[in-house]
């Protein structure tokens, strides 16, 4: 499986942005999907994660009533909007998939996840 972030750039703080991932499968609807972010000397973090049904989700305390994350089956993409932004949202973000057998459940830790994208940049200026 292939991932492909789109969607990262520069805004203000108080500003939002709508990250995309685009897999390369035909069985999209088999993998949890997860959004974790990188700072510079700083360990990858999970930030969302949603359901192979998209169903279940989970945030990380720091972005929870701030971002959304969500999914489109039928066009193999998953979603995080992020809204309010805060310059501590600054790193690289990546999207990742978990192909367990379990349908409701959603991933949190690097670990569990399979397959990575390269990531896409998001700063928030203040």
């Known amino acids: 499986v292939q991932l492909a972030e789109s969607g990262g750039g520069l805004v203000q703080a108080g500003g939002s942005l709508n990250l995309s991932c685009v897999a390369s499968t035909r069985t999209f609807s088999w993998y949890a999907m997860g959004w974790f972010r990188q700072a510079p000397g700083k360990e990858r973090q999970f930030v969302a994660g949603i359901s192979r049904s998209g169903g279940p989700t989970a945030y990380g305390d720091s972005v929870k009533g701030r971002f959304t994350v969500s999914r489109d089956n039928s066009k193999n993409t998953v979603f995080l909007q992020m809204n309010s932004l805060k310059p501590e949202d600054t790193a690289v973000y990546y999207c990742?998939?978990?192909?367990?057998?379990?349908?409701?459940?959603?991933?949190?830790?690097?670990?569990?996840?399979?397959?990575w994208g390269q990531g896409t940049q998001v700063t928030v200026s203040s």
């Open positions: 990742a998939a978990d192909d367990g057998p379990v349908r409701e459940f959603v991933p949190v830790r690097a670990p569990q996840y399979d397959y």
